[in-house]
């Protein structure tokens, strides 16, 4: 059985909780001062302190620093409004979480379910750390680096608190692992774990989705439905590409994180939740803000632990740690080993990865699919544009011919486009060409080379046939 310590001057509302944390098993003790919570916590020392902000002879805040006193005590700060301050006030002094008066049963409750020891989170902690030398994992990330590095120091940091992160980062580096970090690190872990991609719902759908619907109160709903809010109650929810949700819904889940409620689509009853929001996004949000697709104060209320994660060209020294991961988990479930040749290593170095970790794992997949023996070599991976130029000039001698013809797939010939022009063999680059330009030029050849057969297309330039989809279609093809 747990010792709870409640240091709150209203002797009502802290015989109250006493009552309330009784009922969840722990003993209690209060204190309506600071100096009978000192002598409390010398007389026993508590598993939980629930700790108010304004008390007659100071802060509650000042407890937090007597690391003496406080010992292996979790705190959790109690305030009138749950605020911008208040969460970053409780990242600053160490607590690890804060309950909005008046509380609630089922806040308390909470609260109360994942207690844990400040020391046991330490040595986890420390745990990965001990990981991430011998085997170049933290949690869920690979690396090494040194860009890497700084992440898992500020995921060390953030994990063991209740205040939201927001993930930066390019599409495909990897925001919601991070997530799934956080998650693992935290005291919810025995909760849910919930992801959604704000930009992937429908937007008739997304209010419905995230925060459920009753029974009749459209079209269509035949049923009453718990939306994302309510089934992470007590865990995580993971808001992916939070810049594309409409912005009517933006108002609404700022509510919900000011004030800890909501209510479903079709109710006007309001549903308490106990969720810890850990929102993403690849696009800059201040521009987010300023061209009118993000709220700004939703931007400051989420952004209380900023984390942004480098780009894969930026860490390429994390390479081979990442193919022998991604390499061993294909073979794993496939049930064929299957490994790199240092030319295969090289290739991927030089790429520039555009589509970062995510198109990495891709790549390799369709490599280890087109290898026919154990060593996947550098035939089936990708080049950057003026690779892809080199390349073609070397092995299509009658790429003029097909430069041409691509140029008629965009209804101008290729002198006229500023991009390529061909000649003896080869596509010539007029320096300073915009690196789109010079991958459109190439990519039209090809295909007119392959006599317009994309999947051949595709494997020659070392892409997904879907990314050939998405070009041509970006083409007007």
């Not at 308490?272 to 850990?278: K, M």
Request: with cysteine.
């Amino acid at each position: 059985m747990g010792h709870a310590l409640i240091v709150e001057d209203d002797a009502d509302a802290a015989r109250m909780m006493a009552q309330l944390v009784a009922n969840e098993g722990y003993s209690a003790a209060t204190a309506q001062s600071l100096r009978e919570a000192r002598r409390q916590m010398a007389l026993q020392q508590p598993d939980i302190v629930l700790l108010d902000l304004k008390l007659p002879d100071g802060n509650g805040m000042t407890l937090l620093d007597e690391t003496d006193l406080i010992g292996n005590s979790e705190v959790v700060l109690m305030t009138g409004h749950a605020s911008l301050e208040t969460s970053i006030q409780a990242l600053r002094f160490g607590a690890a979480d804060y309950l909005v008066k008046p509380v609630s049963a089922r806040q308390l409750q909470s609260i109360l379910s994942r207690v844990m020891k400040p020391s046991v989170l330490k040595d986890e902690v420390r745990s990965l750390h001990d990981d991430l030398q011998r085997t170049g994992r933290f949690g869920h990330l690979v690396g090494t680096s040194a860009p890497m590095e700084q992440v898992y120091q500020q995921l060390a940091r953030v994990a063991g608190t209740s205040v939201t992160v927001f993930v930066t980062g390019e599409s495909g580096t990897g925001k919601e692992l991070v997530a799934r970090t956080v998650h693992d690190l935290s005291r919810r872990r025995a909760r849910p774990f919930l992801a959604v991609n704000c930009g992937a719902i429908s937007p008739n759908l997304i209010e419905s989705e995230i925060f459920g619907h009753e029974k009749g109160s459209f079209t269509g709903a035949e049923r009453q439905h718990h939306g994302f809010f309510e089934r992470a109650h007590g865990g995580t929810l993971f808001l992916d590409e939070i810049t594309e949700m409409p912005m009517e819904l933006q108002v609404k889940l700022l509510r919900v994180l000011e004030t800890g409620t909501f209510m479903r689509v079709g109710s006007s009853t309001p549903i308490e939740t106990d969720v810890r929001v850990i929102a993403a996004s690849n696009r800059d949000p201040a521009q987010a803000v300023a061209q009118g697709k993000f709220r700004e104060d939703l931007h400051y209320r989420l952004n209380v632990f900023p984390l942004e994660l480098p780009p894969l060209r930026e860490r390429l020294e994390d390479l081979p740690l990442l193919v022998k991961h991604f390499l061993a988990d294909i073979g794993k479930r496939e049930g064929v080993s299957k490994r790199a040749t240092p030319a295969a290593l090289e290739r991927l170095a030089q790429y520039r990865w555009p589509g970062n970790v995510r198109e990495l794992r891709n790549v390799l997949q369709r490599a280890w699919v087109m290898a026919p023996e154990a060593d996947i070599t550098d035939q089936w991976l990708p080049r950057n544009p003026a690779q892809q130029v080199a390349s073609l000039a070397a092995v299509a001698p009658v790429m003029a011919g097909a430069a041409g013809s691509a140029a008629a797939f965009v209804g101008k010939p290729a002198s006229d486009a500023g991009e390529a022009s061909s000649t003896g063999g080869a596509i010539q680059i007029t320096v300073g060409t915009p690196l789109a330009a010079v991958e459109r030029q190439v990519i039209l050849a090809t295909l007119a080379h392959f006599g317009n057969h994309k999947e051949r297309t595709a494997a020659a330039l070392g892409v997904s046939l879907k990314t050939l989809y998405n070009r041509l279609k970006d083409y007007g093809l």
